[in-house]
Antibody, heavy 124, light 111 residues
Framework: EVQLVESGGGLVQPGRSLRLSCAAS????????MHWVRQAPGKGLEWVSG????????DYADSVKGRFTISRDNGKNSLYLQMNSLRPEDTALYYC?????????????????WGQGTLVTVSS | QSVLTQPPSASGSPGQRVTISCSGS????????VNWYQQLPGTAPKLLIH???QRPSGVSDRFSGSKSGTSASLAISGLQSEDEADYYC????????????FGGGTKLTVL
């Protein structure tokens, strides 16, 4: 059974940093691209970032480019999101998501498994 | 403002058929496949339709998807109370930097 378990969320002041983690199990982690997708309270889904299976390439939404960094450790079956210079508009539930493809920018890919999310609140 | 446009709400009575539209452009739906996700209240999204019209194993055949030009549609037949959820379309956008884009979501109410 595929499981994606996020952690690391919490309340943080604007301008500070936070690192999210996602522990994956039930599939061969290093065979697939992974993503972070977020959902602000009461709002829709927003893709944040993606990473290819071997970390060879990363992609970011314009809204987080230069502030967030996605990474993975295939030896630990883990995905990470380092979030710096946080803003109130980054407040959201952050989902760890598995892609069906090896590449995070494969137009024929899709998101076949989602974690339950970890909540990040940016407020003073 | 979402890149893909969906109606904010839709509704139908049990047993009816409803459709949800998703409008995009030549840089996303016009050249790439569309996927649909269902988000039941208080839960994480779940893959409902991939590659425009393909159902993953375990998804009811009451759900179907289609695509034409720069638009896509999700149809739900034999509407049931448990179908009440938010539905999102998504596609890869080949614009300036390349990115995954979602529709704003459609809240389906079963009357």
């Amino acid at each position: 059974e595929v499981q994606l378990v996020e952690s690391g969320g919490g309340l943080v002041q604007p301008g500070r940093s936070l690192r999210l983690s996602c522990a994956a199990s039930g599939f061969k982690f290093d065979d697939y691209a992974m993503h972070w997708v977020r959902q602000a309270p009461g709002k829709g889904l927003e893709w944040v970032s993606g990473i290819t299976r071997n970390s060879g390439s990363t992609d970011y939404a314009d809204s987080v480019k230069g502030r967030f960094t996605i990474s993975r450790d295939n030896g630990k079956n883990s995905l990470y999101l380092q979030m710096n210079s946080l803003r109130p508009e980054d407040t959201a539930l952050y989902y760890c998501v598995k892609d069906i493809s090896i590449s995070s920018h494969d137009s024929s890919g899709y998101f076949d498994y989602w974690g339950q999310g970890t909540l990040v609140t940016v407020s003073s | 403002q979402s890149v893909l446009t969906q109606p904010p709400s839709a509704s139908g009575s049990p047993g009816q058929r409803v459709t949800i539209s998703c409008s995009g452009s030549s840089s996303n739906i016009g050249k790439n496949t569309v996927n649909w996700y269902q988000q039941l209240p208080g839960t994480a999204p779940k893959l409902l339709i991939h590659d425009n019209s393909q159902r993953p194993s375990g998804v009811s055949d009451r759900f179907s998807g289609s695509k034409s030009g720069t638009s896509a549609s999700l149809a739900i037949s034999g509407l049931q109370s448990e179908d009440e959820a938010d539905y999102y379309c998504a596609a890869w956008d080949d614009g300036l930097n390349g990115r995954w884009v979602f529709g704003g979501g459609t809240k389906l109410t079963v009357l």
